[in-house]
Structures are given as structure tokens and as C-alpha cells.
């Protein structure tokens, strides 16, 4: 049994987490023998946890295995599925040569790949994503399922686009009110949905203290 995580930002109690949670799929599972975990990491220098941990979850952690999409891409001719895992770390330049890669083995894929650069450039219209990952938009655009992928593409953009402008206002009040924020709590407030935001920044006008906003984050964590 494999159990795959994938993780794209620093977080620091990462570790415990997923100690915790393997531990918690083997007691739910009793008749699993062999477990291998498998984390996926954009490159080796994320920080997902203290340099020291109990010896018991250093144990556990010491048998995970940790995959490198920045190491990953750099090796030749890979499988189709796993280019599509290294297009969130690829340098921009090697987008169509990676992206033309994968269509030609496996075209099914098409949706998929979109889906991925779509949230890598968040930023951008899905017309000029295409253009990076050097889809010929001509021939795609005659077709309905990457219309409707298209259209999918713009309205997913806006709502992160509404997100990301919601997280910004948010921590200028915070700031105002609760102080200077650590990077930690910083990253937690930008990873909420726009709905968490928007009832964020109006629980802030009753907080009187920063340790209301610890409260807050503890009592809405996903």
C-alpha cells in the first residue's frame, strides 16, 4: 500500500501531521502489512518541520519517501504521468517541450495539464497560459470540451484572483489591529477560501487581543 502526499509549501507541523495520519490509516486498517509513504515536494529546501522531533516520528519520518519534482524533472525521458507531476517546477522555457510530451503519448491528458498550469499562473488568461505551454489555441478552440475547459479556466482564475485581493485587505487589518504577523500565520490566512476570508476580516472587528486571531484559525483549520 502506498499512501502519496503532496506538498507544495513550507508548513511547519507538516511532519507531525503526516505521521499522525499514517498511523491513523494503519489503525483503520489493521490488515495492511507493508505501507510505504510517499511525499512530493516542488525541491528539497522546503521546511516542513523542526530539525529535531521526538524519536519516535523521526523514526517514521527517516522511512518516508521524498520526492523532488525539481530533481525528478531533471532526469530524461520520462513517463508521461510523471512530466505532468514537474510541470508546477519546471522553468518556463522547458513549459512546451514538456507539455508536447506528454500530449504526444497521451493526448487524454490534455484536461489535466491545463488544470495544472492553470494554478501555476493564476495571473493569467487561459489563452496566454496555452500559449506558454505551446497548445496550438487554433485547433483547441474548434472543439467544445476545451471550450468548456476554457470558460472553467477563466472563472477559476477570477475566484483566486478575488481570493488573493480578499487575503491581502485581510492582513492589512490584521496587521493594524493585531500587530506584526508571523510567517506561519501569514501562509494559514493566504491558504483560506474567499468565504473564510470575507468571515475573517468581520470576526475582526470584535478581537481584542492577537490571541483572539490564534483562536479564530485554531476553531476554522480545515
Same mark, same amino acid.
Given at each position: 500500500?502506498?499512501?502519496?502526499?503532496?506538498?507544495?509549501?513550507?508548513?511547519?507541523?507538516?511532519?507531525?501531521?503526516?505521521?499522525?495520519?499514517?498511523?491513523? *490509516?494503519?489503525?483503520?486498517?489493521?490488515?495492511?502489512?507493508?505501507?510505504?509513504?510517499?511525499?512530493?515536494?516542488?525541491?528539497?529546501?522546503?521546511?516542513?518541520?523542526?530539525?529535531?522531533?521526538?524519536?519516535?516520528?523521526?523514526?517514521?519520518?527517516?522511512?518516508?519517501?521524498?520526492?523532488?519534482?525539481?530533481?525528478?524533472?531533471?532526469?530524461?525521458?520520462?513517463?508521461?504521468?510523471?512530466?505532468?507531476?514537474?510541470?508546477?517546477?519546471?522553468?518556463?522555457?522547458?513549459?512546451?517541450?514538456?507539455?508536447?510530451?506528454?500530449?504526444?503519448?497521451?493526448?487524454?491528458?490534455?484536461? !489535466?495539464? %491545463?488544470?495544472?498550469?492553470?494554478?501555476?499562473?493564476?495571473?493569467?488568461?487561459?489563452?496566454?497560459?496555452?500559449?506558454?505551454?505551446?497548445?496550438?489555441?487554433?485547433?483547441?478552440?474548434?472543439?467544445?470540451?476545451?471550450?468548456?475547459?476554457?470558460?472553467?479556466?477563466?472563472?477559476?482564475?477570477? @475566484?483566486?484572483?478575488?481570493?488573493?485581493?480578499?487575503?491581502? *485587505?485581510?492582513?492589512?487589518?490584521?496587521?493594524?489591529?493585531?500587530?506584526? %504577523?508571523?510567517? @506561519? !500565520?501569514?501562509?494559514?490566512?493566504?491558504?483560506?477560501?474567499?468565504?473564510?476570508?470575507?468571515?475573517?476580516?468581520? @470576526?475582526?472587528?470584535? *478581537?481584542?487581543?492577537?490571541?483572539? %486571531? @490564534?483562536?479564530?484559525?485554531?476553531?476554522?483549520?480545515?
Amino acid at each position: 500500500m502506498v499512501l502519496l502526499e503532496v506538498q507544495m509549501h513550507s508548513k511547519p507541523g507538516f511532519k507531525h501531521r503526516l505521521g499522525a495520519q499514517s498511523f491513523r *490509516f494503519l489503525q483503520l486498517h489493521p490488515q495492511v502489512l507493508h505501507l510505504a509513504v510517499v511525499v512530493a515536494v516542488p525541491h528539497r529546501r522546503l521546511k516542513l518541520g523542526p530539525a529535531q522531533l521526538p524519536h519516535q516520528l523521526q523514526g517514521f519520518v527517516d522511512g518516508v519517501i521524498w520526492l523532488s519534482l525539481e530533481e525528478l524533472g531533471q532526469q530524461a525521458d520520462l513517463d508521461p504521468w510523471l512530466t505532468l507531476l514537474t510541470l508546477p517546477v519546471r522553468p518556463q522555457a522547458e513549459l512546451p517541450a514538456s507539455t508536447q510530451q506528454i500530449l504526444e503519448h497521451r493526448p487524454d491528458l490534455l484536461s !489535466t495539464v %491545463l488544470t495544472m498550469l492553470f494554478e501555476r499562473f493564476p495571473t493569467l488568461r487561459p489563452e496566454e497560459i496555452m500559449v506558454i505551454a505551446g497548445i496550438p489555441t487554433d485547433q483547441l478552440l474548434h472543439t467544445r470540451a476545451a471550450q468548456d475547459l476554457l470558460d472553467r479556466g477563466r472563472q477559476e482564475g477570477e @475566484a483566486r484572483g478575488r481570493a488573493a485581493e480578499a487575503a491581502a *485587505f485581510t492582513l492589512r487589518l490584521i496587521n493594524r489591529r493585531c500587530g506584526p %504577523l508571523t510567517g @506561519a !500565520t501569514t501562509t494559514c490566512i493566504q491558504a483560506l477560501p474567499l468565504e473564510q476570508l470575507e468571515a475573517l476580516a468581520e @470576526a475582526l472587528l470584535d *478581537f481584542s487581543a492577537p490571541a483572539d %486571531l @490564534a483562536v479564530w484559525l485554531e476553531e476554522h483549520k480545515g
